[in-house]
């Protein structure tokens, strides 16, 4: 373990968090509209799987933003209608954010970042843990969706960590 760097766990959490995302997103797509569309009910952060991987979407998005120096004021893709929508924004954040995770040097990860969280209320905290409560958050959602689907069809295949590393090592099919 010893010659892991931090950056290399950080990548790697990254990798994971959109494989996660997109194994389950793929599950949602193969729902169909109706599916993805249908109301969970209230007892769910978002009602709908559209609505609740937009979530994920948007937070990755305000994040970003915020580490990059240009918050938003409000989480995007709420407007967003349908999962094919939603993939069309979500490519390219990926591509963003995995471009700033790879530019990440040493002095970046204790670098402060200044923001107004969505109550408008002035925040400062270091990269680091900013970058750790981005892929958490999304465990919460994913477990959300994860449930939403099972009760929709059956449950989804595992978004674990120890089952993307099998999986992307090739020793468990994809």
Request: proline share 6%; glycine share 6%; hydrophobic share 40%.
């Amino acid at each position: 373990m010893a010659d892991v760097t931090v950056f290399e766990m950080i990548r790697g959490l990254y990798d994971y968090h959109r494989w996660a995302n997109r194994r389950l997103f793929d599950v949602a797509v193969s729902l169909g509209a109706e599916g993805a569309g249908r109301d969970m009910g209230r007892h769910f952060s978002l009602p709908t799987l559209t609505r609740m991987l937009a979530h994920v979407y948007g937070a990755d998005a305000i994040w970003l933003s915020r580490w990059q120096g240009q918050p938003m004021s409000k989480i995007p893709g709420g407007d967003i209608p349908t999962l094919a929508a939603l993939r069309e924004r979500w490519d390219p954040l990926e591509r963003e954010q995995r471009a700033f995770i790879e530019r990440l040097a040493p002095a970046d990860l204790t670098r402060v970042i200044g923001y107004n969280n969505l109550d408008n209320i002035p925040c400062r905290m270091t990269l680091w843990p900013l970058l750790h409560h981005v892929a958490n958050h999304a465990t919460h959602h994913r477990s959300e969706i994860a449930t939403m689907i099972t009760l929709i069809s059956k449950s989804p295949p595992d978004t674990g960590l120890v089952t993307y590393h099998l999986v992307t090592s090739g020793q468990l099919p994809a």
